[in-house]
C-alpha cells in the first residue's frame, strides 16, 4: 500500500534546503521530458537524485511513479525506496512503519525480504544509545529493542532461506542480551531497595524470556536469586516452586542444583 502523499511530502519538507543539495525545492512542480510518460525513467531519476542525497528532488520522481504508474513493477520500488531514503536519514520509525507497509503489500515481492529485515533493522537503529555521560542504555526504555527482536523473529519466520538471516539472528541475540540486561538492572533496583517480592518477580521473568542465554547460566543464577529473594520475603511456598524449578532446570553438575536440592530438604514441608 502506497504511503498516503500528504504525510510523505509533509515528512519530505522537513528536510533542510542544505539536505537536498537544492535551495527551495518545488514538490509540486509537474515532471517533464521523458520521465513523465515513462516509469522506468522516472524511478532512475529518482534514484540519481536519492543517491546525490537531493531527498526531495528524489520525492517528487516517486511520488510521480506511484501515482502515474501505479501497476508496474517500479511503483512496489518506489515504495522501497522512500523507505531507504527514511533510514537513511535516521528517520528510523518512520522507516520501520514503510518497510512493514511494503511486506503487507508485496509479501511476495523478491525484495519482500530485504524489507522485513530493515523493519527489524530500523527498530535496532532506533534503540537508546550509549553516551559516556548519559545512564548506560540498558537503563533506558526498552521498546525499539522489543520490537527489533519480535521484527527479525518475524523475519526468520516468513523468509527462512534469505541472505539475511544470520545477520538478523546475530542481531536478535544481540538485542535479547540488551532486554536481558535491563531486567537484571530492575531487579537490583528491586534488591537494593529490599523490595523482595519485586526482585524475585523480574528474576523469574528474567529465567523465563532470557535463561538460554549465557549457556543456561542465566536460568540458574536468576532463579537462584529469585529463591534468595523468596526467601527474605518470607515466602517459603514461592521459595520451595523456584527451587523445584532450577532442579528441574538445571543440569546436576550446576552449583546452584545442588545447593537448591540441599535447601529444599530444609524448608518446612508445603502446607495442604
Known sequence: MAMKIPSLLLSAALFSA???????????????????????????????????????????????????????????????????????????????SAYQDFVKSHPSHPKADYAAFRVGL?????????????????????????????????FITAYPKSEYVTRARDLANGCR????????????????????????????????????????????DSLWRAAVAYQMANDPQSQRDVLQRLVQETPASDPHHQYAEAELKSLPAPQK
Open 18 to 96: 542544505c539536505a537536498t543539495g537544492k535551495e527551495n525545492p518545488d514538490l509540486t512542480k509537474p515532471i517533464t521530458g521523458a520521465a513523465a510518460s515513462d516509469a522506468a525513467k522516472a524511478y532512475e531519476k529518482g534514484m540519481s537524485e536519492k543517491k546525490d542525497k537531493n531527498y526531495l528532488e528524489a520525492t517528487r520522481y516517486f511520488e510521480s511513479v506511484r501515482n502515474n504508474f501505479p501497476y508496474s513493477q517500479f511503483a512496489a520500488l518506489a515504495d522501497l525506496a522512500v523507505a531507504d531514503m527514511a533510514f537513511e536519514r535516521d528517520d528510523f520509525a518512520s522507516a520501520a
Open 122 to 154: 530500523s527498530n535496532f537503529e532506533d534503540k537508546a544509545s550509549d553516551w559516556f555521560i548519559l545512564p548506560p542504555s540498558f537503563e533506558k526504555d526498552q521498546g525499539p529493542v522489543k520490537q527489533a527482536v519480535d521484527a527479525f523473529q518475524r
Open 177 to 220: 542480551e540488551r532486554l536481558a540486561a535491563h531486567d537484571r538492572y530492575v531487579a537490583g533496583f528491586y534488591w537494593k531497595r529490599k523490595a523482595w517480592k519485586g526482585a524475585a518477580g523480574r528474576l523469574v521473568s528474567l529465567a523465563d524470556n532470557y535463561g538460554d542465554l549465557e549457556d543456561g547460566r542465566l536460568r540458574s
